[in-house]
């Protein structure tokens, strides 16, 4: 069971959160001359790194905000959770 420390919630049970992937920080610059095969890969095969990871997650069941969490894989320990940056 993991508790995530929502910045607007406070301290709260994982099954309130929705996991919505790993956080890819933009596209990439030139997307024009990505193979088709690299463009699928970026689209479609997720990041699986071992130890820490950034990653979004929703607070779909508490206030509905989109957060950053950073979290280690191995260990499930939740590192830092921040509002997601829209930009
Ligand atoms: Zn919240």
Redesign the pocket.
């Known amino acids: 069971m993991i508790t995530i420390n929502?910045?607007?919630?406070g301290p709260?049970d994982e099954r309130?959160f929705e996991y919505c992937g790993p956080h890819r920080q933009k596209r990439p610059d030139k997307i024009n001359e990505m193979t088709t095969s690299a463009f699928i890969d970026y689209l479609t095969v997720p990041e699986n790194p071992e130890g820490e990871a950034k990653e979004v997650w929703w607070?779909r069941r508490?206030?509905?905000?989109w957060?950053l969490v950073v979290r280690n894989t191995r260990t499930h320990e939740i590192i830092k959770v921040s509002e997601l940056d829209a930009t």
């Open positions: 929502c910045p607007f919630c709260r309130e607070h508490g206030c509905g905000a957060l």
